[in-house]
Nanobody, 125 residues
Framework: QLQLVESGGGLVQAGGSLRLSCTAS????????MGWFRQAPGKEREFVAR????????YYGDSPKGRFTISRDSAKNSVYLQMNSLKPEDTAIYYC??????????????????WGHGTQVTVSS
């Protein structure tokens, strides 16, 4: 059973940066596409970024594009989300997710089988 645990959320001023981490246990995530999603109060879960298995490709939602960077470290069985130039509208709970093995994934939450519990990111103006 694959388990995902997010960390690194917090309160930051607009224009600041945060780095989220997602550490996996139970299985190696080498063959999984990993994604980050977020959900603000009263809104649907939104795609932020995903990173495929080798050969690595990265994809971003429209809002985070150019400001966020997703990466993975196989040795640490972890995925990261570097968030720069944060805006108040980035405030949400951020979730780490994994597809099934060898699934290239998509921008839809329905394509992901495993989810973490989320970490809160709050950006003040």
């Amino acid at each position: 059973q694959l388990q995902l645990v997010e960390s690194g959320g917090g309160l930051v001023q607009a224009g600041g940066s945060l780095r989220l981490s997602c550490t996996a246990s139970g299985r190696t995530i080498t063959t999984y596409t990993m994604g980050w999603f977020r959900q603000a109060p009263g809104k649907e879960r939104e795609f932020v970024a995903r990173i495929t298995r080798n050969p690595i490709r990265t994809y971003y939602g429209d809002s985070p594009k150019g400001r966020f960077t997703i990466s993975r470290d196989s040795a640490k069985n972890s995925v990261y989300l570097q968030m720069n130039s944060l805006k108040p509208e980035d405030t949400a709970i951020y979730y780490c997710a994994a597809t099934g093995p060898y699934n290239s994934g998509s921008n839809s939450p329905r394509d992901y089988e495993n989810w973490g519990h989320g970490t809160q990111v709050t950006v003040s103006s």
